[in-house]
């Protein structure tokens, strides 16, 4: 029988395979590091490729959540609460960010979501610099313990490279088999046409505001485990450039499967090496690889690899993973 | 000063920042009424319209009406590129995808007006000197009569070009039914096309006359045009009337809480305004269509 390289079973496989053999072949390189960022970036893009590859909502905030997330953790794990509550607190006070955004906007066109997550962002950014009783303000906040398991303390590039990757992992598997599950399949019927939708019985707000709360708690989950790996945080970092970067990681990365995230990510991290030299044109390239990306990429990276991979192996399209896109290769 | 001195006072700061939030609210409802899709470019053409006037005037030298036509004219142009290479060819694009389009445009410009005009904030002396008008115990920057006035005249000229002009009754007909105006000849990329422009051309004009009252800097376009699309939401988005009055309103709901509740978390009010309204009247005050 011939292996079926499309099968989500076996991508998922691979990716614990290439993880396992980064870490095996980069061990005690600096790039260890910026692979933990890579993972930290795949699991709040996830939550992108969700909101937008399974609904077609889009987030212009998301690093705002992020931002809660790492606030959160940092703020808890300072007061001595353990990191594996903080990182729960973490996750359910982002999602209730998202439910509280979510049900007056989720009821209209895309396009509410869209600016108001782009408001909210802007909110949050003046809200971190402002509210200097707790935050600190401008400043930041350092000295951010580490991240702890029970007793297991992470500490290392190597630690904090485990710990990621195995939750970035699990993220991506969950969106894997959200995908394929009767919740998913009832979000992508939101996505090709909401009327119909709520006709065969979907009830068409609730899970939009679920999946926009689910997609604002990964974020958060980031952004825990970011602030106890950087140790210090900064309103500037979850600012809109930040929430436009991570957009940006989705789209490029292909929103028409959580494994785009993967891509997106190791993008993101990928992209300021490649741009360093045009320093301050950073921000202008990065808006024209988004234009360029969202006219005529619009399946990102991942996409182009699966019409390659159909082209080249023939057959039937890529079940699990394409064909369920649903309006993606036509509208966004 | 007295209470009632102090409100007054207030009243005008608001009606000042009412009138520039008006005038974005202006261009997100030419483009949605006429496109049906929200621009995000709309604050980027405030900051690129006034950072180009005060580079013109005041580091070249050039007169000031000078630099004012030209700064309007090189927003209108970044519009029109813009439009032509990302828009205009792909005519078929959701609402949703046009939106996302114009946040990599929005970040083109930003980028732009870094390179170009470095990240310090800029300034613009007032157009007629820096003496305020004292109305008994009230004082009013000459600029604000600028700002208000400018409103009164964009207001004024958009009434007269829908009301007198074929190209504006043609736009108006694609806002009211776009197939219906397609089956009698009026070319809608056209529409879109003058639609776009002319709201660049607006948001960089109010960029010009809030130069002088508040320092301009590169990375605050999306902020202003968060505002204007507040404003906009707030008379309901698409409609004109609705832009100039909900952009009044915003600026006085926002004075008026910044003077007596918190001026900390006055862009969270506006913020909180937007969320109730979508809750309860989406279709904003005064409930319009759509």
């Known amino acids: ?70 606030y959160t953790s940092a703020l808890l794990t300072i007061a001595g609460v353990p990191p594996l509550l903080a990182s729960a607190a973490a996750i359910a006070i982002t999602g209730a960010f998202g439910a509280i955004i979510g049900v007056p906007l989720l009821r209209l066109r895309g396009y509410y979501l869209a600016v108001a997550t782009l408001a909210f962002q802007l909110i949050m950014l003046s809200v971190l610099n402002g509210w200097r009783q707790v935050t600190l303000g401008p400043s930041g906040m350092a000295n951010i313990p580490p991240y702890a398991i029970g007793r297991w303390v992470v500490r290392g590039e190597s630690a904090y490279y485990w710990l990621t990757w195995i939750v970035a992992f699990l993220c991506i598997w969950g969106g894997v088999n959200l995908w ?101 044109y ?44 649903g309006k993606t290769e036509a509208g966004a | 000063m007295g209470a009632v001195g102090q409100l007054a006072q207030v009243v005008v700061a608001g009606l000042t920042s009412g009138s520039i939030y008006a005038l974005v609210a202006l261009g997100f409802t030419m483009i949605f009424a006429v496109s049906g899709f929200i621009s995000l470019l709309q604050g980027e053409y405030v900051i690129l319209g006034g950072l180009i006037a005060i580079a013109l005037s005041q580091w070249l030298g050039l007169p000031l009406p000078v630099a004012i036509l030209a700064a309007v004219a090189g927003a209108s142009l970044f519009g029109a590129i813009f439009q032509r290479l990302t828009l205009s060819p792909k005519r078929n694009l959701s609402p949703d995808a046009a939106l996302i389009v114009t ?11 870094m390179v170009v005009f470095g990240k310090d904030p800029l300034s613009l002396p007032s157009f007629s000197g820096e003496r305020p008008v004292a109305f008994g115990e009230v004082v009013v920057a000459t600029q604000a009569f600028w700002i208000i006035g400018t409103l009164a005249a964009i207001a004024a000229a958009l009434w007269a070009f829908f009301a007198l002009t074929y190209t504006g009754k043609a736009m108006q007909a694609c806002s009211q039914n776009a197939t219906g105006a397609r089956l009698v000849g009026i070319d ?56 100039v009055a909900g952009g009044i309103l915003l600026g006085l709901a926002e004075g008026l809480s910044a003077a007596y509740i918190s001026s900390q978390f006055k862009d969270a009010i506006a913020f909180v305004i937007l969320l109730v309204l979508l809750l309860f009247r989406p279709g904003g005050l005064w409930g319009a269509t759509r």
């Open chain 1, 1 to 70: 029988m011939k292996a079926r390289l499309d099968r989500p079973q076996i991508l998922l496989g691979l990716l614990a395979l290439a993880i396992i053999g980064a870490f095996l072949l980069l061990h005690g390189n600096y790039l260890i590091s910026a692979l933990v960022l890579a993972a930290i970036y795949a699991i709040v893009i996830t939550g992108l490729v969700l909101l937008t590859g399974l609904n077609g909502q889009y987030s212009l905030g998301h690093a705002a959540f992020f931002g809660i997330g790492a």
């Open chain 1, 180 to 280: 394929r599950s009767r919740i998913g399949q009832a979000l992508l019927a939101i996505k090709s046409d909401e009327a119909a939708a709520a006709a065969m019985g979907i009830n068409v707000s609730a899970l939009k505001v679920q999946i926009f709360a689910l997609s604002a708690a990964l974020a958060g989950l980031g952004g825990s485990l970011y602030a106890h790996y950087v140790t210090f945080i900064s309103p500037e970092r979850f600012g809109p450039i930040a929430s436009f970067e991570l957009l940006l990681g989705a789209l490029l990365g292909g929103v028409g499967t959580p494994f785009g995230a993967i891509l997106g990510a190791l993008l993101l991290i990928a992209l300021p090496e490649v741009v360093a030299p045009l320093r301050d």
């Open chain 1, 282 to 325: 950073k921000v202008m390239v990065y808006g024209i690889v988004f234009i360029l990306v969202s006219l005529y990429l619009p399946l990102g990276i991942a996409g182009l690899i699966q019409g390659t991979y159909v082209r080249l192996c023939g057959g039937r399209r890529p079940g699990a993973l394409a064909a369920q896109t």
């Open chain 2, 103 to 113: 946040l990599g445009g929005a970040f083109v410009a930003r980028g732009t007006a």
């Open chain 2, 188 to 243: 809608l990329n056209a529409m879109g096309f003058i639609s776009f422009v002319a709201s660049a051309a607006i948001g960089a004009i109010a960029g010009v006359v809030i130069a002088p009252l508040n320092f301009v800097s590169y990375d605050e376009g999306l902020a202003v045009g968060i505002k204007g699309f507040i404003a906009a939401v707030l008379g309901g988005l698409g409609s004109y009337p609705g832009a």
